[in-house]
C-alpha cells in the first residue's frame, strides 16, 4: 500500500504508514526529514552508508551538527576532516 501511495504523489502518507524500515528511511530522504532519517539509521547495525548520505544532505542544507553527527556514527573521517577544516 506505501508503495502505490508513493506512485502517486502521496509521499508523505506512505511514510506514516510503511512497515518497511529501508523503505521508511528512504521516503524520510525524499521528504528531508533528515532527523528522522538519522533516528531511523541508529535503529539499524548496516548504516554507515546511510549516515554518510545523510550527512552530505545536512551540509547541502546547512545542517553542521546533523552532518557531524551523522559522520562520527558512520566512522567517517574524511568527511568529519573536512567539516572541521571549512
Not at 8 to 19: D, K, L, Q, R
Amino acid at each position: 500500500m506505501a508503495k502505490f501511495l508513493e506512485r502517486e504523489g502521496f509521499t508523505e502518507f506512505a511514510f506514516n504508514i510503511t512497515p518497511d524500515i529501508d523503505h521508511k528511511f528512504d521516503l524520510a530522504i525524499t521528504l528531508n526529514r533528515l532527523h528522522e532519517a538519522f533516528e531511523i539509521t541508529k535503529a539499524q547495525d548496516d548504516g554507515k552508508e546511510k549516515y554518510r548520505r545523510i550527512g552530505d544532505i545536512s551540509l547541502k542544507y546547512g545542517d553542521f551538527e546533523l552532518a557531524e553527527r551523522c559522520f562520527k556514527e558512520g566512522d567517517d573521517l574524511n568527511s568529519l576532516y573536512l567539516l572541521y577544516t571549512r
